[in-house]
C-alpha cells in the first residue's frame, strides 16, 4: 500500500512542479482568480481520476497513463491561464516538457539500485530537491528577461519553435526508443550520448539566450534613443518659449512709461471706455508672456508647455495640477519623460477621434509623496473602447509601443497601473516606487 501512496505522491509531485515552473515565464489571463480556479478544478478532477485508476488497474497501466493525463493536465493549465501568443505559449510548453523528461531522467540516473519502495522514495526527494532548485531560478532570473523578449520579438517567435520541438523528439528517441533507459545497464555509451545531448541543449539555449539578449538591449536602447530625442524636443521648445517671454517682457519694460502716459492722459480725458479697452488689450498681452510654470521639475513644466500649446492649436481643454519638487531623487530624466510623454499622447489621440462639436479635455494630476511618484490622466474618449485583461487594446494599427513602455518603465520602479473607463472618460492611474529605484542603483 505504502508503494501506490509513494507513486501517488510522486504524481501529485510532478503535477505541481510542472505547473509552477511554466507559471515561471507565463502572462496570467485575466481574470487571473477565475482562470486560475477553472483550470486546478479540471486539473484535481484529472487527479481524482488518476488516483481512483490507480486502485483498480496495474501500476503499469497507470504508469503509461500517468504520462498522458500529466500532458492532458499541462495543455488545460496553459488554455484556461496563459496570455500569451500561441507561439510563445508552444514554445514554453515544448521546453518545459523537455526540462520535465530530463528532470525525471537525472533523478532515475541519481538513484540507487534498490528495491522498488526505497527506489520511489529517493526518486520522489531527488526530483523534488532538482525542481526546489529550478523553480527559483525561473521565476527569479529568467522571468525579467524573457517577458521582455515576448513583447520585443512578436511574430517572430514561430522561428524558434524548432529548436525545442526537435529536441523534444530527440529525447524521446533517445530515452525510450528502441530501448527504454531503465535497460541500459553494461552499455556506457548510451548514458555517455545522452550527457552529451543534455550538453548540447544547453549550448543551445545559451546561444539563444545570447542573441536574445542582445535583440532587447537594441531595442532598449533604441527606445531610449528615441526618448532622447523626445526630450530634447521638449527642452527645446521650453527654450524657445522662455526666450520668447523674456523678450517680450524687456520690451514692455521698455515701453512701460509710454503706456503709463496713454493711460494719464486717459484719466485726465475722463475716456473711462476706452481706458478700460485699452487695460484689457494689454492684460491679454501679459497673459501670453505668461511663463506658464506649472511646476518647479523643469522636464515636466516642459512637457505641460509643449501640450499646452499643442491642446489650444487643436481646440482641446487641457489642465494641469502638478505637485513635485524640483529634483525627482531615484528617478532618471528618460523614464519620467517616457511615462508623462505616452500617457498625456495618449490622451491627445484619445481626444482627437471625438468630434469637434462635443467638447475635448484633458486633466492631468501629478504629486510626489512618501517616496512615491502618482500620476492622473483624464480625457474625453469614444465610447466602446476594448480592454485585453486590464490593458486597453490600441485602436492604431502597429501601435500600443506607448502603453508597453509605461507598463515596462513602471516594472522598472515596482509601480503599479490602472486604466478604465468612467462616465465618458478615460482614466489612467500610475504610481511609481521611487524608493525602490534607489534601493537599485545602490546594489
Known sequence: ???????FIGFLEA??????????????????????????????????????????FSVPAMEFFAIAITLLISVTWYFFCSADPLFVSLFQHLTFLNIYIAVGYISDRLTLDTDRLTYNMEYVLIRLLLYIVIIPIFFKYIRPGFRQLVDT???????????????????????????????????????????IAYA??????????IESSAIVRKNILEKRDLLMTHQNKFWEAEFSRRKQADLLLRRQRHDMRHHNAVIVNM???GLSDQLMAYMESFSTLEEHADNREYTKNPIV??????????????????????????NLDGMNSIDLTCIVCNILENAFEGCQRLPEHICREIDMQMKYAANRLYLQVKNTCVDGIVFEGDIPVTQKKKGGTG??????????????????????????QIVLNLQAAKKRTKK
Request: charged share 15%; hydrophobic share 50%.
Open 267 to 269: 484719466l485726465r480725458e
Open 403 to 428: 502603453i508597453k513602455s509605461v507598463l515596462y518603465t513602471a516594472e522598472n520602479y515596482q509601480g503599479t497601473t490602472n486604466f478604465y473607463v468612467q462616465e465618458g472618460k478615460f482614466i489612467t
Open 301 to 326: 513644466n516642459s512637457i505641460c508647455n509643449v501640450y499646452k500649446q499643442q491642446a489650444d492649436r487643436f481646440g482641446i481643454l487641457i489642465s494641469f495640477t502638478i505637485h513635485v519638487p524640483e
Open 15 to 56: 503535477i505541481s512542479c510542472f505547473v509552477l515552473m511554466t507559471t515561471s515565464t507565463m502572462k496570467l489571463r485575466e481574470p487571473v482568480r477565475k482562470n486560475v480556479m477553472i483550470a486546478l478544478s479540471l486539473i484535481l478532477l484529472m487527479i481524482s481520476l488518476f488516483f481512483a485508476g490507480l486502485l483498480v
Open 1 to 7: 500500500m505504502l508503494y501506490y501512496v509513494l507513486l
Open 200 to 209: 548540447l541543449f544547453a549550448a543551445v539555449y545559451y546561444l539563444l539566450y
Open 153 to 195: 520579438l512578436g511574430p517572430e517567435w514561430r522561428n524558434a519553435l524548432p529548436v525545442p520541438f526537435i529536441f523534444l523528439i530527440l529525447q524521446i528517441c533517445m530515452l525510450y526508443y528502441p530501448v527504454p533507459y531503465w535497460h541500459w545497464e553494461g552499455d556506457p555509451w548510451r548514458t555517455a550520448i545522452s550527457w
